[in-house]
């Protein structure tokens, strides 16, 4: 039995599927290793695929919702220690994991089409299970193979397979290229639109000289604001606080009649503290609190008064400075705080204007200059892939050898893009006119030789159906040691393929549990053999209505289920016997495998 060694990602240890196409409700309960699923044509294993799509934040279709059913419903459990990067996804989600350690999610999707996304016990956006996904598992089904055929799909599976030799230099050229675009762009900009330019910074400079003249101050105009009430209102004011000083500290010329509040607390702690009973006495103390109090507040009323002037010389000033303040505010900004917030805008946008010889002189000198060290590491960036590209040809080319393609070989190639006129993207790199994309100057092909004598073509047109998949398997067999997930899923990649060759693929698929988690979606006994574990979708009708559930196969059933997939033999006892020595055979290819991996140790 094959069980990949210890990972600090987790693996999908069951998925349960509600409500989705022709599945009522089934649970997966899959191997960390390989498990298989099977069943006949129209069973539903591809809701099976359909679900982990679901669960990997893909499309959400309300077709999919079993008739009758309200909505379908998507869970997975994940057991293992969470890397980093996967915890911090759950942790800014607000997700927790269970008591176990297990990490839950959740996908649903309403008869209506509407869809909801739950991670850890927290509703999220979809996206998020996706990015989860992106680092948990992959997908790899026939759409799959389709788009590993187009150019840039291709040139992503060189730069997954070359890993640091080529993430490294890819990400200098792209910091460099930014740099680059933006001085670029900068420059188009300002030799094609020098005179609106120069139109744009007249009024910016006349904005700034009017703002410079009046020296606004942040926060001016309330502070003066607040000046005028007070200047306006002198004399109010000052009859407002004579008056208060007067019935707190008393009249100013010692009227026995008017002694203030101070004046009538003086005589009530005198009153107490001459008292025979001592809880009046007890009083006392807190009055001479309140004296200290009114001592404080009259003496402030009284520096209030001091400072108080009527000053109409004053008050005109302050206006005067005030209507320049506003001739401000109506042009550029609701108030001084966003004149100034106008006038640093300004300054800056004016600094990219400059549209005078000298300012662009400068400008070419710095993308020239940009461009220089852009071509130094567009062409370190081609000579990794360049040699990423053999290793990988030569890698994928043995591993079809094993798969009844012993005559093939898969050739690599890397070339540049041409640039061409008009391209705002091109550079001279070694004295050739390339292209300088987001990914690179570099276009990758991968090319099938059916034979050694024949002439290499592109995979779809030198490749049958069975060998394109075989082509396609291959190489994520050799990805598998570059992928980041642990969790790897095949839906039918061995369509078309039969005999000896598949055989092959089973134990390539074997192979690769080693390692990871594996899970395929197969019509084949030769792959079924080798799995862990064998799930089968089996269908019925009950009063008109079909539904599929999911089974775990023990060794028994998984005999009869091989011997179905043999032509339909599980009837016979030729069937039973054949089914009997295929898997016999692949366990004790499995065994061999795990011995030569542990002596390799």
């Known amino acids: 039995m094959s069980v990949p060694t210890a990972t600090v990602v987790p693996v999908l240890a069951e998925m349960r599927i509600q409500g989705l196409g022709v599945i009522e409700d089934a649970l997966l309960e899959l191997h960390p290793g390989f498990t298989v699923v099977t069943g006949e044509t129209g069973a539903g294993k591809t809701m099976v695929v359909t679900g982990l799509h679901l669960l990997s934040g893909g499309r959400a279709e309300a077709s999919k919702v079993r008739n009758g059913s309200g909505r379908a419903v998507v869970e997975g459990r994940f057991e293992g220690t969470l890397a980093e990067h996967v915890a911090r996804i759950v942790a800014d989600a607000g997700g927790e994991t269970d008591e176990d350690g297990s990490l839950i999610t959740m996908r649903s999707v309403n008869a209506d089409g509407r869809s909801r996304a739950h991670l850890g016990g927290r509703s ?68 094609t639109r020098s005179r609106e330019l120069a139109q744009q910074a007249d009024l910016l400079r006349h904005g700034l000289g009017e703002i410079e003249v009046v020296d606004p101050q942040a926060g001016e105009d309330a502070e003066l604001a607040e000046q005028i009430k007070r200047l306006a209102a002198a004399d109010e004011l000052r009859a407002a606080a004579n008056a208060a000083h007067e019935l707190v500290s008393g009249a100013a010329d010692g009227d026995p009649d008017s002694p203030g509040a ?78 100034l917030a106008w ?114 073509l592109p995979v779809h047109k030198a490749a049958s159906g069975g060998e394109l998949s075989r082509v396609m398997l291959a190489i994520e067999v050799v990805l598998a040691g570059a992928d980041t997930v642990q969790t790897l899923v095949f839906d039918e990649v061995d369509a078309g393929v039969g005999g000896r060759a598949a055989v092959e693929i089973g134990r390539r698929l074997a192979r690769l549990a080693r390692s990871h988690q594996v899970l395929v979606v197969t019509h084949l006994p030769q792959v079924a053999a080798f799995a862990d574990r064998h799930l089968v979708v089996d269908k019925g009708t009950a009063e008109g209505v079909t539904r599929s559930g999911v089974k775990t196969l023990e060794q028994s059933e998984r005999v009869l289920e091989l011997a179905r997939m043999l032509a339909g033999m599980d009837g016979t006892e030729t069937g039973r016997a054949h089914a009997e020595e295929l898997l016999a055979a692949a366990e004790a290819d499995k065994a061999t495998g795990a011995r030569k991996k542990k002596r390799k140790k």
């Open 262 to 339: 101070l004046g009538l607390v003086g005589e009530a702690r005198r009153r107490l503290s001459g008292a025979e009973d001592s809880a009046l006495r007890d009083l006392e103390p807190r009055l001479a609190e309140a004296a200290v109090l009114l001592t404080d507040v009259g003496a402030e009323l009284g520096g209030y008064l001091d400072g108080l002037e009527a000053d109409p010389e004053r008050l005109e000033q302050v206006l005067a400075r005030q209507a320049d303040l506003k001739r401000l505010t109506r042009k550029y900004a609701a108030d001084i705080d966003g004149v």
């Open 124 to 191: 999220v956006p979809v996206n998020v299970l996706s990015e989860l996904a992106d680092r948990l598992l992959a997908v790899h089904g026939q759409n799959d193979q389709l788009r590993l055929l187009r150019s840039a799909e291709q040139r992503d599976v060189l730069d997954r397979f070359a890993g640091e030799s080529v993430a490294g230099p890819l990400q200098r050229y792209r910091e460099v290229r930014e740099q680059w675009q933006s001085v670029v762009a900068e420059l188009t900009e300002r030799q």
């Open 343 to 456: 006038a640093e805008d300004a300054r800056a946008r004016l600094s990219t204007m400059d549209t005078s010889e000298e300012a662009l002189a400068e400008l070419a000198a710095r993308r020239d200059e940009l461009a220089a060290g852009l071509a130094e590491h567009a062409e370190a960036l081609s000579t990794a892939r360049g040699q990423a590209a053999a290793e990988l040809a030569e890698a994928v080319t043995a591993e079809l050898a094993g798969l009844a393609m012993g005559q093939a070989e898969i050739d690599v190639t890397v070339r540049r893009r041409a640039g061409e006129a008009g391209d705002q993207r091109a550079l001279r790199v070694g004295g050739e006119l390339v292209h300088a994309g987001g990914s690179g100057i570099d276009e990758v092909e991968l090319l099938l030789r059916a034979h050694s004598a024949a002439p290499p």
